[in-house]
């Protein structure tokens, strides 16, 4: 079956550190990838997203290249805000899209 | 407003009372979803249907949860007989049918139904 692994959190950074929060997934055939986005007290949003091997789906400073050699897709920024503190969650959908599956977030706080 | 709306935002009840929860996809959004979100956990799928049918709900952890969806709109997810376990946020997603005529993949979420089970 389809699953994403993404790092445990939570990640603790200074302000304009460089991110990485990693995400590896398993999956038949050739899935879209997708980061979303929980602020505190919000619901889940798209932050980017990526639909073939090799896309690089960007968004508000944050980066994610879709690798399917290493079946990876990790959420990449060169300098964090402390409005960035968030929960981040990888995702995949098979080809033809019914479901998502998530993997189980990553917290992410951004101190001054 | 124009995003998915779901309610209530939250629910305390007791363990063996039935509850409703509601969700309001986005107009014309053909897909809607509902998941599970419990602490420490990622978000679990429970259901997806496409229009009225539910093709998917192979999520649905127990014959106590069910739900339904009328008119390819609102739709209800109902849990009897709540148990404890049942504590958690409950998310409903819709999503857009792309031009092909699959679905995008692109989910746009609600708040969430916050569930307390005493």
């Known amino acids: 079956g389809n699953s994403v692994t993404q790092m445990e959190g939570p990640v603790t950074l200074s302000e304009e550190a460089f991110l990485t929060i990693n995400c590896t997934y398993t999956?038949?055939?050739?899935?879209?990838l997708f980061w979303y986005v929980q602020y505190p007290g919000e619901g889940l949003q798209l932050l980017l997203k990526?639909?073939?091997?090799?896309d690089k789906g960007s968004n508000k400073g944050f980066e994610a290249t879709y690798r399917k050699e290493t079946t990876s897709f990790h959420l990449e920024k060169g300098s964090v805000q402390v409005s960035d503190s968030a929960v981040y969650f990888c995702?995949?959908?098979?080809?033809?899209?019914?479901?998502?599956?998530f993997g189980t977030g990553t917290q992410l706080k951004v101190e001054l | 407003g124009a995003g998915v709306s779901q309610s209530p935002s939250n629910k305390v009840t007791e363990k063996g009372k039935d509850v409703e929860l509601r969700c309001d996809p986005i107009?014309?959004?053909?897909?809607l979803y509902w998941y599970r979100q419990s602490l420490g956990q990622g978000l679990e799928f429970l259901i997806y249907?496409?229009?009225?049918?539910?093709?998917?709900k192979s999520g649905l952890p127990s014959d106590r949860f069910s739900a339904e969806r009328t008119g390819g709109s609102v739709s209800t997810l109902t849990i009897q007989r709540t148990q404890q376990e049942d504590s958690a946020v409950y998310l409903c997603?819709?999503?857009?049918?792309?031009?092909?005529?699959?679905?995008?993949?692109?989910?746009?979420f609600g708040e969430g139904s916050r569930l307390t089970v005493l």
């Open positions: 997603a819709s999503s857009p049918r792309a031009s092909g005529g699959t679905n995008t993949g692109e989910l746009f």
């Open positions: 999956a038949t055939g050739y899935p879209s």
């Open positions: 990526a639909t073939k091997a090799d």
């Open positions: 995702a995949l959908s098979p080809g033809g899209g019914n479901k998502l599956t």
């Open positions: 107009s014309g959004h053909t897909a």
């Open positions: 249907f496409q229009g009225n049918s539910a093709p998917d």
